[in-house]
């Protein structure tokens, strides 16, 4: 168990009035940091003031790309009661990361005190406005001063919070999506299926280009074939095709998301057939042109669910459901949101008491 210290601020901010729109523009009063040293492990957890942190020039994080983090939101229930959603699913996609990517990892037991810790301090930050949420951040980055390509021996561990509201203008509104078939974010046998940093930079590029185009997010095509569906950027990708819901199989490329994965579990409680199997985007294209293809939604930790309702395929656009969110779209999201919000029955287990 770990012995935070915990100074509190003399200067609180004020805390926004009425909902906020999407997410990470503001932050919270305080934040967690815990050291970890090579031969010494994880040390001084402690609670301090939101504020800037200190590294040297050659913190090999600035070099070396030595980073990772994690996304995931406290809500506060009619009651007042504040939970987490599968907090412990997100401690082990931590850790995951962390030995792919050569960084100590941390005790799940630490990393959910440590976040319960911080958001039970900030609980008042956590609003009750309708699709009001707290957006928690924790990362690990690598701090050792040296040029030499390796893996660091020394790293800072932060959880930081954000107020959050709606992802988009509005919950539910369709999206236009990109499939970019030239570039790619990740492949095979790397980590696609991490959460680091460099996974979002390789995306910029051609997410600024299709903005510019009018398009909200990309869909990006695998590695090798540039042929097979994966994810979007910010979301891991749904199909329902002739009354079947099929998702890109997790081949090490993309995301194992745990929005994902409760969207999978409630549709096969409900009797959904799921299929997690490669999906091609020309069998995309033909489930569209027969009138086979009946939604196409996003899911992820910020936006929950988030519909398509156009896709840009080799300069075509494919229209789906007459650009309109689905049914199945509009269930889970309800679902989700209130098993998450607390108006609905949690049968999984997936809340966690603060």
């Known amino acids: 168990m770990l012995d935070i210290k ?3 601020t003399d200067t609180p901010k004020p805390k926004p009035e009425g909902p906020v729109q999407g997410v990470g523009k503001l932050f919270t009063d305080h934040m967690f940091l815990m050291d970890y040293t090579e031969g010494t492990g994880w040390h001084d957890p402690r609670i301090v003031p939101y504020a800037k942190l200190s590294l040297d020039p050659s913190a090999m994080v600035f070099h070396y790309a030595q980073e990772m983090f994690e996304g995931m939101k406290a809500y506060k ?3 007042g009661t504040a939970y987490l959603f599968r907090p412990a699913e997100n401690a082990r996609r931590l850790n995951r990361t962390a030995g792919r990517l050569c960084i100590p990892q941390t005790l799940e037991e630490d990393y959910l005190q440590a976040i319960r810790t911080l958001v039970t301090l900030e609980a008042d930050w956590i609003s009750s406005e309708p699709n009001a949420s707290l957006y928690i ?4 980055i690598a701090t050792e001063a040296n040029l030499s390509i390796g893996a660091s021996t020394s790293y800072l561990f932060v959880i930081i919070l954000s107020p959050s509201g709606l992802f988009y ?3 539910l509104t369709t999206i236009d999506i990109w499939v970019e078939g030239q570039h790619v974010r990740a492949v095979r046998g790397g980590v696609g299926d991490t959460k680091t940093g460099g996974n979002y930079a390789a995306s910029l590029a051609i997410q600024r280009k299709a903005q510019s185009e009018g398009y909200t997010q990309v869909l990006w095509l695998d590695a090798i074939e540039h042929k097979y569906v994966e994810e979007v950027g910010s979301m891991n990708i749904f199909f329902k095709i002739d009354g079947k819901l099929i998702t890109p199989a997790l081949t090490g490329s993309l995301l194992p998301g745990i929005t994902r994965d409760s969207v999978i579990t409630l549709c096969r409680d409900w009797g959904y057939p799921v299929e997690e199997r490669l999906i091609s985007i020309d069998e995309l294209c033909e489930a569209q042109k027969s009138g086979a ?9 910020a936006a929950v669910i988030s519909p398509v309702g156009k896709l840009r395929v080799h300069d075509e656009d494919l229209i789906v459901a007459d650009g309109n969110t689905g049914p199945l779209s509009k269930k889970l999201f309800d679902i989700l949101s209130g098993i998450q919000r607390g108006t609905l029955e949690d049968k999984f287990g997936w809340r966690v008491t603060l």
Do not use: A, Q
């Open 6 to 8: 915990i100074s509190k």
């Open 77 to 79: 229930h009619p009651d």
């Open 137 to 140: 951040r924790p990362f690990v």
């Open 293 to 301: 293809l009946e939604e196409i939604f996003g899911t992820g930790t």
């Open 169 to 171: 203008m509005n919950d």
